[in-house]
């Protein structure tokens, strides 16, 4: 379904950090990512991805998200979840995500079609890019689910309170699900760890990403903090990026990017859901 103007997202920043909206209702089919599905299917609803080789041991504890809110006691875990997309992804975008949420929605979904990272743009070629994005892959920065780990709902006063760092000292890294009709292809899709509490500012660091080595499919996923670097669509041999292990003790939010390219759109359709902290 097409979203109105006056819920269009409004969300903008370069590489990884970008800021969540609110979104239309997802149900509505998109043709274009229908018939570009083939293109960039990394796995379809019902096939469950295999389950790593070697899947680190230990307990898993669930993160359970009812509506927009991710709880867990046991870790002192309260945060939001929400969808978020760059202002060109964002006006063919739907999510389930958006308020007012029904209480037992369980799940994290959006449906759209990453636009291209479009060099021969107006707005690149003026450099008139669209603040707080300073270059064109922070024009067309794709699209995505986010979970903020430490962000206390303030229900008298009608919002959500500032992101706060949450210490995952205590844990390996996360485990969660990916299904849907279309679940990006491996080098379209990133699981992300942040640290930073300025969800608008126009700068990548304190973004942990996953590897090529470390692939996403459909089914079930572990990463572990070990496997997400630095930065990593920005590596470099010297100094060599450190791991998310550095930044365990301050983190704010988990992502699931769609990333974009300047060679064709990347369709997505696809859910989050049976997000869990695994633990040492």
């Given at each position: ?101 029904d209480p037992s929605l369980g799940e994290?979904c959006i449906e759209g079609i990453a ?166």
């Open positions: 379904m097409e979203m109105s103007s006056g819920i269009r997202c409004a969300i903008f920043a370069i590489a990884a950090a970008l800021v969540g909206c609110d979104e239309a209702g997802k149900g509505g089919a998109l043709t274009a990512a229908g018939a570009a599905g083939a293109l960039a299917t990394g796995g379809t609803a019902g096939t469950a991805g295999a389950l790593r080789p070697d899947a680190p041991e230990g307990e898993s504890v669930e993160l359970t998200q009812t509506g927009a809110q991710l709880t867990n006691p046991e870790l002192g875990i309260q945060g939001s979840v929400f969808a978020y997309a760059d202002p060109h992804t964002a006006l063919g975008m739907t999510s389930n995500l958006t308020p007012l949420l994290a636009a291209m990272v479009d060099q021969g743009s107006e707005i690149c070629a003026t450099m008139q890019f669209t603040p707080p994005a300073m270059d064109c892959f922070g024009e067309y920065s794709g699209a995505g689910v986010g979970m903020t780990l430490n962000q206390a709902s303030d229900p008298s006063a009608g919002f959500t309170t500032p992101a706060l760092p949450f210490d995952a000292s205590a844990l390996q890294g996360f485990v969660f699900d990916i299904d849907g009709p279309i679940v990006p292809a491996r080098a379209s899709l990133a699981f992300h760890v942040e640290t930073s509490t300025d969800f608008n500012a126009a700068s990548d660091a304190g973004v942990f990403c996953n590897l090529p080595s470390v692939k996403l499919v459909a089914g079930t996923n572990y990463v572990l903090f070990s496997e997400l670097v630095d930065r990593c669509f920005r590596l470099s041999d010297d100094p060599a990026n450190p791991s998310a292990e550095t930044v365990q003790s301050k983190l704010t939010r988990i992502t699931w990017r769609v990333r974009t390219n300047d060679r064709s759109p990347v369709p997505f359709d696809f859910c989050v859901s049976n997000v869990r902290a695994l633990l040492k």
